[in-house]
């Protein structure tokens, strides 16, 4: 399985090359050449999740890894998963299902993708000797998965920037307290976007991408996606292969692109609903086809508190019908601001997103009423899309809204809607009292340089 960049400018890469780099050199996303279709769907169901992961997986990942090494390193993740299930399907109400995602180290659905991607770094690096170091930006899951999945993994080291103040203090704990030296948690003046976009400085600055062999596990790396696709497959054979809408509580659009796979790659789904907090630019720009970046509003589902969403990219690129040149002109112009998408490419997107968004109101309007409806705590982000999913409910089709995190990992958000703090479950019970480690950084690529050479560990 061969690689190719959305802008059409770096080189092709396999699957271990794709997933050591993250980010193509050219500034674009890496997709896969041809997506792959899977057959025997009907007897997918029963199947034990790392089953079902291994088929969906392989095609991907080539000769990257032997089917031993595949299954090896899956069953070592989801090991990690504390479900027997792995990804539960709940009712919530006649035709709604809610897919929880959230029974990981970290209570996000980020496990899913980092646990496994960990797993594999650590079979490609052990083989090959090399070293790397890994930065990521973080508006606080994908920090706190990448850190308890990559913590104490040899010739890797980790460094996650997160928007000081600006995630929740469960989040900043589980990024702050593991004492594994391999592991470095900063804490940057300014938004996620901020974050996001040094991190994009640091990969477009080659010289040093290549001194410290920077690695990048955001939700733009292609391994993390591919791990994602897998639940869209269990959670579609639980409910006997039919048509199914899917609504996805969305931020960087990789969850939701993860489903636009699944369905490429032959699943039933008939519609992917983006939901989004007031951090809308991707309703806007599904609803109007303008891409237009404004600015961040912090909000109680912190997660997709977003507005340039990477993944979008890979989307546009297939909607554009693989126009490499296109995309990477509509970057340029997402510099100057945003763009508009064309009269095609909208229409493509349209076949299979919907969108919408919620308020605070509503979002906390939905933990209060799902209470009472069902019993399900749920947290911020799962409101969002539970809100939209149940405006976008059709008889005879079912509806499966992705739970992304536990209501424990948001626990203000929750008590101003019920008055009750969710508990965290008994493998966090310490996390409060473990000393942190942090270190403050400005918002400037060249401080953060000199801080991460600093610091390596080797
Ligand atoms: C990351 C995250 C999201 C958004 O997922 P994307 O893949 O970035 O769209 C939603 N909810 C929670 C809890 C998250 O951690």
């Given at each position: 399985m061969r690689y190719v960049s959305t802008r059409g400018q770096a080189p092709v890469l396999n699957f271990e090359q794709a997933m050591l780099s993250g980010l193509a050199r050219d500034g674009g996303l890496y997709l896969p050449e041809t997506i792959p279709t899977l057959s025997d769907l009907d007897q997918l169901d029963g199947l034990s999740y790392e089953e079902v992961a291994f088929r969906v997986v392989r095609p991907f990942t080539g000769d990257s890894f032997t089917d031993e090494e595949l299954r090896g390193a899956i069953d070592r993740a989801y090991a990690?998963?504390?479900?027997?299930?792995?990804a539960p399907l709940v009712q919530l109400a006649p035709g709604h299902h809610l897919l929880e995602l959230f029974h990981g180290p970290t209570l996000a659905f980020k496990d899913f993708a980092m646990q496994l991607i960990a797993q594999l770094f650590q079979i490609a690096l052990t083989r090959s000797g090399q070293r790397i170091t890994i930065v990521g930006a973080t508006s606080g899951d994908t920090g706190s998965a990448a850190i308890e999945a990559f913590r104490g993994i040899d010739n890797v080291d980790v460094f996650i920037m997160y928007p000081h103040g600006r995630v929740s203090e469960v989040q900043r704990r589980q990024m702050t307290t593991p004492p594994a030296a391999n592991v470095h948690a900063l804490a940057v003046t300014g938004h996620f976007d901020d974050c996001q976009a040094r991190l994009k400085d640091l990969f477009n600055d080659h010289a040093f991408r290549d001194h410290v062999g920077l690695a990048g596990v955001n939700s733009i790396n292609w391994a993390r996606v591919v791990a994602q696709i897998v639940y869209y497959f269990t959670a579609c054979a639980s409910l006997g292969m039919r048509s199914t809408d899917f609504c996805v509580p969305t931020g960087n659009f990789g969850d939701i692109f993860a489903g636009s796979i699944a369905r490429q790659m032959?699943?039933?789904?008939r519609r992917l609903i983006v939901a989004t907090n007031q951090n809308d630019i991707l309703h806007r720009a599904l609803s109007q086809g303008e891409y237009r970046v404004g600015t961040v509003e912090p909000s109680i589902s912190p997660s997709m508190d977003i507005q340039v969403s990477s993944n979008f990219e890979r989307a546009l690129y297939l909607a554009y019908g693989g126009d490499a040149g296109a995309v990477a002109q509509l970057m340029d112009e997402l510099k100057a601001g945003g763009f508009t998408i064309s009269q095609g490419a909208l229409q493509a997107l349209r076949e299979q997103y919907r969108s919408d968004r919620v308020s605070e109101e509503e979002t906390l309007e939905t933990i209060r009423d799902m209470r009472e409806r069902t019993g399900e705590v749920m947290c911020p982000h799962t409101a969002v899309g539970v809100a939209v999913a149940q405006r976008h409910l059709e008889p005879g089709v079912p509806m499966v809204t992705l739970a992304t995190a536990h209501p424990a990992k948001f626990p203000d958000a929750v008590e101003r809607a019920i008055g009750i703090r969710p508990g965290l479950p008994p493998h966090l019970a310490e996390l409060f009292d473990l000393p942190e480690r942090v270190t403050r950084v400005e918002n400037d690529v060249e401080a953060l340089k000199s801080l991460i050479l600093d610091r390596r560990t080797q």
């Open positions: 990690r998963i504390s479900h027997d299930a792995r032959g699943l039933p789904i």
